[in-house]
């Protein structure tokens, strides 16, 4: 790509892998803005231009796009720009003005802010789940795409032990649809990774400890999570089964003063790689790349067996590539 001089976000594949979905921001102060690209990198539409965007991403189908949203920079909303399967040069401004839906205004009075949490439901491609907060705690809710249809979908509080949880940044569904998981804050500071069923039951608390856990992403079987956990500024990538077995360290960078945001990690479609952001010395701050490991790669083996996927070092050039996304 070309567009804009930094970006910011995660970029994301179509459902048919033949465009993909990001982020640019032609000025550090000024707001992202939404695009799409085509496969051959040829065709760019300049989606969202008048709402600062972020996290892009499609519905199973590829017939919406959803993004977290926002003016002055705050990306406290959910927008949806529907029908985006035509050619990539009739999105160009399609998400302006009218052309969006914030499906996240529906109680501006009592709940009118949040994390710009999302996730699309795997069982309905026009539903998805999103997060509003009151005095700082959130709530789940899905809403149809075109913003109608709300209904909550976790308690009015969420609360497992230490006070009401407020939702942090993203959440992920299940791939049969039958949980979400979402990292949150309790009111003692901690931070963790919690599970709540579709029909609002079940809510557990996954991860525990000094960490400050955030980022989940289900494994395509559903039966692992991988998360990114930041242990007073040594984050590493970290994955646990849903029945809080075999919580392990994937990963052995030990990130410290760097931006979190900027990394990311996802799973092949059959589950048994991983996709992680690196750098070229595990603990420095040099050449941050895409790397390849094994689902059974520990902190003690990951130095040696992850494989570079992404581009290499070239004197006197540095590399920054990060948010791999193996999967739609």
Not at 166 to 176: G, K, Q
Not at 314 to 324: E, G, I, Y
């Amino acid at each position: 790509t070309t567009e804009g001089t930094t970006s910011r976000d995660f970029p994301r594949w179509s459902p048919d892998r033949m465009r993909y979905v990001y982020t640019t921001n032609n000025n550090p102060a000024g707001p992202n803005l939404l695009h799409v690209g085509s496969l051959d990198g040829l065709q760019v539409a300049h989606v969202i231009n008048d709402t600062s965007s972020e996290r892009g991403a499609w519905n199973s189908t590829g017939t919406h796009l959803a993004a977290a949203c926002g003016f002055f920079f705050s990306p406290d909303d959910v927008c949806v720009v529907p029908n985006v399967s035509g050619s990539i040069p009739s999105l160009d401004g399609k998400g302006d003005g009218a052309g969006k839906t914030f499906v996240t205004d529906f109680d501006p009075v009592n709940r009118g802010t949040g994390p710009g949490a999302f996730h699309w439901d795997p069982t309905n491609p026009d539903r998805l789940a999103v997060v509003r907060d009151s005095a700082g705690t959130s709530r789940i809710y899905t809403v149809q795409f075109d913003g109608t249809g709300v209904s909550p979908l976790s308690p009015d509080v969420m609360d497992v032990s230490n006070g009401p949880l407020r939702i942090i940044e993203t959440m992920d569904w299940s791939p049969d649809g039958t949980q979400l998981v979402f990292a949150a804050a309790d009111s003692m500071f901690n931070q963790y990774l919690y599970l709540i069923n579709r029909d609002g039951t079940g809510l557990t608390q996954l991860t525990s400890g000094s960490g400050f856990d955030s980022h989940p992403v289900f494994s395509p079987d559903g039966q692992e999570v991988l998360f990114l956990r930041d242990l007073s500024c040594n984050a590493d990538f970290w994955a646990i089964r849903v029945d809080k077995t075999n919580e392990r360290q994937l990963t052995g960078e030990g990130t410290c003063d760097f931006d979190l945001g900027l990394l990311g990690a996802d799973w092949s479609p059959d589950g048994q790689d991983i996709a992680v952001t690196g750098f070229e010395q595990p603990g420095s701050q040099n050449n941050l790349a895409i790397y390849r490991i094994k689902r059974t790669t520990t902190a003690a083996t990951y130095a040696t067996e992850r494989v570079l996927v992404g581009r290499a070092a070239s004197a006197p050039f540095q590399v920054r590539d990060f948010q791999p996304n193996w999967r739609p």
